[in-house]
């Protein structure tokens, strides 16, 4: 029995067979129809579970879709802050460099585009989603960026008066205005990008 | 009677005021709604129309909101690069500094704000809008970019390396990702994102 059942006042242990099926299904419906378009009850239905089922794990459908958008992303890898803090830059900007490929590979999944498109979409309408794809998805990313490119302007590979939020944004940005412009990447087509903004944004060294 | 009524074989003339109703309808209800929450039927009703009067006027639903999308950002200045050809960097990037203000009040309106996620929003199951707004919107503005980027370049304010077509989709990727992120900024704040962006990509020098 998890603490979260006990928050709830329900005696049962969970399944983690029902729960996988439950984030499953409101990922496809979200990625197909965006969150006005999906319902809990839709994903009961798709899921094999009850409402209640489904109630009795997440309170509401902002929740339980930005479960779902969390649980479509574990392939991209982020080393923590900690891990890198006493690190120079050839050495974090290695780390960034060694992780690329297998962002790239998850990055230009059709469903991870489709996905974003929803959450991005979604961000005015129902800003829950997107405040949590921030808060567990970005942050995390940008202490590792802001790490880069703070030891960058520190060891004089960019200038002092670099705006470090800023050219984050940019990176971060790039990224996903080109996954969701007309003519998508292929995974090759998207690290070759990354590498090309990276670089630009002095987050890694250039080729 | 237009170009557009002789092709399509209707004789009468066309009022601009009905128009503006249908293209008010749809821009209203696509970004209520979304592509998908969106029907021409909705759109002819809103506007106070029969459904036929539409389909004289865009052959599909996807013509009529990208022609919607097209409607909403006639404020949004672009001085087009026939103008600037002849011109230094630093002439060319006063004419960026000076459009900024009215650029940056029209973005940050909450209705241009919510347009803007449902286009993004739509990207992949709806392509055909992005299509629109990518060869309307931001293409002009890209080839302006483009030449005060490499009049920079040729100037020796940035670097020969720097990687032009990275640097325009960072700025406007930053752009666009400060709008749809938690926490939305005011017309003043977003002006001042503006001008720190454009400046951190070396489009108009650091104030």
Redesign the interface.
């Known amino acids: 029995m998890t603490a979260a059942d006990v928050s709830r006042g329900r005696g049962r242990p969970r399944d983690p067979r029902t729960d996988q099926a439950i984030l499953r299904a409101a990922l496809e419906l979200f990625t197909?129809?965006?969150h006005?378009?999906t319902s809990i009850e839709q994903i009961a239905r798709r899921a094999g579970v009850g409402k209640l089922t489904v109630y009795r794990r997440w309170a509401n459908k902002d929740e339980l879709i930005a479960a779902a958008v969390e649980s479509a992303r574990g392939e991209i890898p982020n080393p923590g802050p900690e891990e890198l803090a006493d690190l120079s830059y050839a050495e974090i900007s290695q780390v960034i460099v060694d992780a690329l490929p297998v962002s790239a590979r998850t990055l230009a999944e059709?469903g991870y585009?489709?996905m974003l498109?929803?959450v991005?979409?979604?961000?005015?309408?129902h800003?829950g989603v997107?405040?949590a794809f921030?808060q567990n998805h970005l942050l995390p990313r940008r202490h590792t960026a802001h790490l880069a490119l703070s030891r960058a302007v520190e060891e004089g590979v960019l200038p002092a008066?670099?705006?470090i939020e800023?050219?984050i944004?940019?990176?971060?940005?790039?990224?996903?205005?080109?996954l969701?412009?007309?003519d998508p990447p292929e995974a090759d087509e998207l690290l070759e990008?990354l590498r090309?903004?990276y670089?630009?944004?002095g987050m890694i060294p250039?080729q």
Do not use: C, I, K, N
């Not at 991005?120 to 309408?125: I, L």
């Not at 944004?169 to 080109?178: L, Q």
């Open positions: 197909e129809h965006g006005a378009g059709p585009r489709a498109a929803q991005f979409g979604s961000s005015v309408t800003p997107m405040a921030w008066e670099t705006d800023a050219l944004d940019m990176a971060v940005g790039a990224v996903v205005y080109r969701l412009r007309p990008y090309t903004v670089a630009q944004a250039r």
